[in-house]
């Protein structure tokens, strides 16, 4: 399914927003608003627009072999104001999506750091990461944005800065760097500490996942290790939720190997489990929990210049923890990886993404999905 530049446009210009997105404000400083782009797409090569061709909209899926679950809905909401892509990934704060970092206007070591406020449908400019990168892990803790490593070339040399952003000052700064240099890990908060997980390390020409598995305590600027992830992996998805860490899908290097695996961490005994597997083995998607289940959409996988070979993934499967399966509902309009994906209230956002395997296209879609009739 593709989307027009009217309809894009028309969704983004939308400013009205029905009771069921309004969210309360928070400590948030007033932000400098942006509009959103006029065009969806644009290559990475030169930054310019771009429209999808035939080819590049043969590479979407939608088909999940999960049963079918109840069906939900998605709707536009406003664009970013540029195309963006492997920011990897995003996270809420007090009711807002922060997308940080990732490719854009033609460059893939952007700092840009652009937070959308469901209850006005409007993006806003905040304080760029002080070095940009893509692929930057992010998460939430008591009221404070962490941002952890990422890559700064296209999808590698990683580095191991991190650092702490203050939403009421808008203001990033330095923390202990990551013990070891990577990137499109994961980053969970839980229990006081945040839980790095896997990714992509050096030597940069080889380029290597990693089941690293390092927590990062705040109250003591400094990181030790927990047992590693079995099967290591980058661009998984990951939730925490009652006490435990769930690692959902990702790949093996690359994309051509991308894998369904499902491990929960016990951090009780320091050790991992296997869980059902995700139906549509996949990375570089988003995973979320809504409705006390994990929502997981988007992605890719296949071999870059290899018609027929190419996907990318517009399927929306949920897990359920108490029974340890697996539904499928209504799949992305627009499929996308490397998206920024959060729940918010009773709906999940879905902003941004790569249009096409690899990091070729950027897209400034953004979508919306409830279980709301």
Same mark, same amino acid.
């Given at each position: 399914?593709?989307?027009?530049?009217?309809?894009? #446009?028309?969704?983004?210009?939308?400013?009205?927003?029905?009771? !069921?997105?309004?969210?309360?404000?928070?400590?948030?400083?007033?932000?400098? $608003?942006?509009?959103?782009?006029?065009?969806?797409?644009?290559?990475?090569?030169?930054?310019?627009?771009?429209?999808?061709?035939?080819?590049?909209?043969?590479?979407?899926?939608?088909?999940?072999?999960?049963?079918?679950?109840?069906?939900?809905?998605?709707?536009?909401?406003?664009?970013?104001?540029?195309?963006?892509?492997?920011?990897?990934?995003?996270?809420?704060?007090?009711?807002?999506?922060? $997308?940080?970092?990732?490719?854009?206007?033609?460059?893939?070591?952007?700092?840009?750091?652009?937070?959308?406020?469901?209850?006005?449908?409007?993006?806003?400019?905040?304080?760029?990461?002080?070095?940009?990168?893509?692929?930057?892990?992010?998460?939430?803790?008591?009221?404070?944005?962490?941002?952890?490593?990422?890559?700064?070339?296209?999808?590698?040399?990683?580095?191991?800065?991190?650092?702490?952003?203050?939403?009421?000052?808008?203001?990033?700064?330095?923390?202990?760097?990551?013990?070891?240099?990577?990137?499109?890990? !994961?980053?969970?908060? /839980?229990?006081?500490?945040?839980?790095?997980?896997?990714?992509?390390?050096?030597?940069?020409?080889?380029?290597?996942?990693?089941?690293?598995?390092?927590?990062?305590?705040?109250?003591?600027?400094?990181?030790?290790?927990?047992?590693?992830?079995?099967?290591?992996?980058?661009? $998984?998805?990951?939730?925490?939720?009652?006490?435990?860490?769930?690692? $959902?899908?990702?790949? #093996?290097?690359?994309?051509?190997?991308?894998?369904?695996?499902?491990?929960?961490? /016990?951090?009780?005994?320091?050790?991992?489990?296997?869980?059902?597997?995700?139906?549509?083995?996949?990375?570089?998607?988003?995973?979320?929990?809504?409705?006390?289940?994990?929502?997981?959409?988007?992605?890719?996988?296949?071999?870059?210049?290899?018609?027929?070979?190419?996907?990318? #993934?517009?399927?929306?499967?949920?897990?359920?923890?108490?029974?340890?399966?697996?539904?499928?509902?209504?799949?992305?309009?627009?499929?996308?990886?490397?998206?920024? !994906?959060?729940?918010?209230?009773?709906?999940?956002?879905?902003?941004?993404?790569?249009?096409?395997?690899?990091?070729?296209?950027?897209? !400034?879609?953004?979508?919306? #999905?409830?279980?709301?009739?």
């Amino acid at each position: 399914m593709s989307i027009s530049r009217r309809t894009f #446009f028309a969704a983004a210009s939308t400013l009205a927003v029905d009771a !069921a997105f309004s969210q309360p404000h928070h400590h948030h400083p007033d932000l400098p $608003v942006l509009p959103s782009a006029a065009e969806p797409y644009a290559r990475l090569q030169g930054g310019q627009p771009h429209h999808l061709t035939a080819d590049q909209t043969a590479q979407r899926s939608f088909d999940s072999p999960a049963p079918q679950g109840p069906k939900g809905r998605w709707l536009a909401r406003a664009a970013l104001p540029i195309p963006r892509s492997e920011m990897a990934w995003a996270t809420e704060s007090a009711g807002r999506l922060h $997308v940080i970092g990732g490719y854009g206007e033609g460059r893939v070591d952007r700092g840009y750091h652009h937070v959308y406020n469901p209850s006005t449908d409007v993006w806003h400019n905040a304080a760029a990461l002080p070095r940009g990168a893509n692929h930057v892990a992010v998460v939430t803790l008591d009221g404070r944005i962490y941002a952890f490593g990422g890559f700064i070339e296209q999808n590698r040399n990683p580095d191991t800065h991190a650092y702490v952003y203050d939403v009421s000052q808008d203001k990033w700064s330095s923390v202990a760097p990551m013990p070891r240099p990577r990137g499109a890990a !994961a980053a969970m908060a /839980l229990n006081g500490k945040v839980h790095l997980i896997g990714g992509a390390s050096s030597p940069t020409e080889e380029r290597a996942s990693v089941g690293w598995h390092e927590v990062y305590d705040p109250q003591t600027d400094s990181w030790s290790r927990r047992k590693a992830l079995p099967g290591a992996r980058d661009h $998984v998805g990951c939730v925490a939720y009652q006490n435990r860490i769930h690692v $959902v899908g990702g790949r #093996f290097n690359t994309f051509e190997y991308n894998t369904a695996l499902h491990h929960v961490y /016990l951090p009780d005994r320091d050790t991992w489990e296997l869980r059902a597997p995700m139906p549509s083995a996949r990375s570089g998607h988003g995973l979320v929990i809504y409705r006390d289940r994990f929502f997981a959409m988007g992605g890719e996988g296949g071999i870059i210049n290899r018609p027929g070979q190419q996907t990318v #993934f517009g399927q929306m499967e949920s897990y359920d923890p108490k029974t340890d399966s697996w539904l499928s509902h209504a799949a992305m309009p627009t499929p996308r990886h490397a998206v920024g !994906a959060v729940a918010i209230g009773d709906w999940i956002y879905v902003a941004g993404g790569g249009a096409v395997l690899g990091g070729g296209v950027q897209s !400034a879609v953004h979508e919306a #999905f409830t279980l709301q009739p």
